[in-house]
């Protein structure tokens, strides 16, 4: 069986499509030698296009100074322009209604300033009990600062007993029941502990068939799965560049803002002269007039020395496309849950279906969990522990191979030798 699964990891590698990409990044080492990662749920590995395309911000901040910002081949004042074409095409929008701009946590809170919009009757958020933590305090602290409290405010959506995973059926119906006073639904698109991808063209619309605003996190989902932003009618989403995008540590969040808000100037939203019409942008006057666009929601002038990597990252996925990405992601992840089926004491929490979830597992260990962590970092797989004992596991398309998969495997399985 170990020979099979050996030679199909290698025949898969052979016939990859996307096997010249791995030499785009670098691959850090452990020991000496390549290490396994498998985090880029986490942290994305770094483009080798993503130095050298910083490097010409730094020139022209030498050579030019202040004149970088409308002089040199991509003058700053327009750089947030180059990622409208990429990003709209991962998210599934229009490009007036991307834009890159801050870190995920401040985009969300500009994003609920805009669209949760309480009145008594209907002031209530709908999202997950087990939301990544950031996600739990933004709300929160949005809910106090209109006067609510977050303990009736805060409707959350748990599993059933003795269940990992929320059932679509079971999200409709909660949206049903609370339709009435429910101003917001907010879930991340892609669940990070579970790896669950939600229903969300289903869950969306139904939501806003029921006059509900829907606001995502899609930290998890951006470049990891396909998305529709536009046509799911989603108010706004919000997404971190560093996961599966690549960009680097903190690198520049995207946010989604659907058309139809864009020019509706009583949407209340917290202003700044990056948002100004550009035309009056240095006129320094008063009165603001949003960009009508996504746009109109940026605050500042862009951080370009931090963009310049997520430039260099959104290259390569515009030239291979979402749709390539997603079908080897299916296919590795297959190929993972095969092989991880052959342990009789790992249990995989995340959804069988391929639709889904994206390119993780998430592994429940029945036994000696940190201890076969411990052993797979000295073999130099690079992975994800989660208390109390899940390993999540991250093959990434754009560089990891079958062949590394098959190696984690009997990695895995020579700990159970011992
Ligand atoms: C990674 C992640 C974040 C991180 O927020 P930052 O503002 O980028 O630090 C937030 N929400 C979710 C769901 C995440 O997975």
């Given at each position: 069986m170990q020979e099979d699964f050996k030679k199909e990891a290698l025949a898969n590698?052979?016939?990859?499509?996307?096997?010249?990409q791995r030499q785009n990044f670098h691959i850090p080492f452990v020991n000496g030698k390549e290490s396994i990662y498998f985090c880029g749920n986490s942290l994305g590995l770094q483009p080798k296009s993503a130095r050298p395309e910083t490097e010409k911000v730094f020139s022209n901040w030498q050579k030019l100074a202040v004149e970088g910002h409308f002089e040199g081949k991509d003058p700053w004042i327009d750089y947030h322009k180059r990622f409208k074409k990429p990003l709209a095409a991962i998210v599934g929008a229009k490009e007036s209604e991307v834009v890159a701009m801050n870190n995920l946590t401040v985009n969300l809170h500009l994003g609920l300033v805009s669209f949760y919009r309480p009145s008594d009757k209907?002031?209530?958020?709908?999202?997950?009990?087990?939301?990544?933590?950031?996600?739990?305090?933004?709300?929160?602290?949005?809910v106090s600062f209109h006067g609510y409290n977050p303990d009736n405010a805060i409707i959350e959506l748990m599993p059933s007993k003795n269940e990992e995973l929320l059932k679509t059926e079971d999200i409709l119906q909660k949206l049903s029941d609370h339709a009435d006073e429910t101003a917001l639904l907010l879930l991340g698109g892609l669940q990070y502990y579970t790896g669950q991808l939600f229903e969300l063209e289903k869950i969306c619309l139904f939501a806003k068939e029921k006059g509900i605003r829907v606001g995502l996190d899609l930290a998890h989902a951006a470049g990891n799965v396909p998305l529709q932003l536009h046509n799911w009618d989603i108010d706004f989403a919000v997404w971190c560049s560093y996961k599966?995008?690549?960009?680097?540590?903190?690198?520049?969040?995207?946010m989604f803002i659907h058309?139809?808000?864009?020019?509706?100037?009583?949407i209340p939203r917290f202003a700044g002269w990056w948002g100004h019409d550009e035309q009056e942008r240095f006129l320094m006057k008063?009165?603001?007039?949003?960009?009508?666009?996504?746009?109109g929601w940026q605050l500042s002038n862009g951080s370009i020395l931090n963009m310049a990597s997520h430039f260099a990252s959104l290259q390569i996925f515009d030239a291979v496309g979402m749709a390539a990405i997603r079908k080897k992601s299916m296919a590795m992840t297959a190929y993972l849950e095969k092989l991880m089926k052959t342990f009789d004491f790992i249990k995989?929490?995340?959804?069988?279906?391929p639709h889904q979830r994206g390119s993780q597992l998430s592994l429940y260990f029945e036994k000696n969990g940190k201890e076969i962590f411990?052993?797979?970092?000295?073999?130099?797989?690079?992975?994800?522990?989660?208390?109390p004992n899940?390993?999540?596991?991250?093959?990434?398309?754009?560089?990891?191979?079958?062949e590394e998969i098959f190696n984690f495997y009997y990695i895995i399985k020579s700990y159970n030798a011992k």
């Open positions: 590698d052979q016939n990859d499509p996307l096997k010249d209907k002031h209530k958020i709908m999202m997950e009990g087990h939301a990544f933590p950031s996600d739990q305090y933004a709300v929160e602290s949005q599966y995008l690549n960009s680097g540590p903190g690198a520049v969040s995207g058309e139809k808000h864009h020019k509706d100037l009583t008063k009165g603001f007039s949003p960009i009508k666009s996504a746009d995989i929490i995340t959804p069988k279906d411990r052993h797979i970092q000295d073999q130099g797989v690079i992975a994800d522990w989660r208390e899940v390993i999540r596991i991250a093959p990434a398309p754009l560089y990891n191979t079958f």
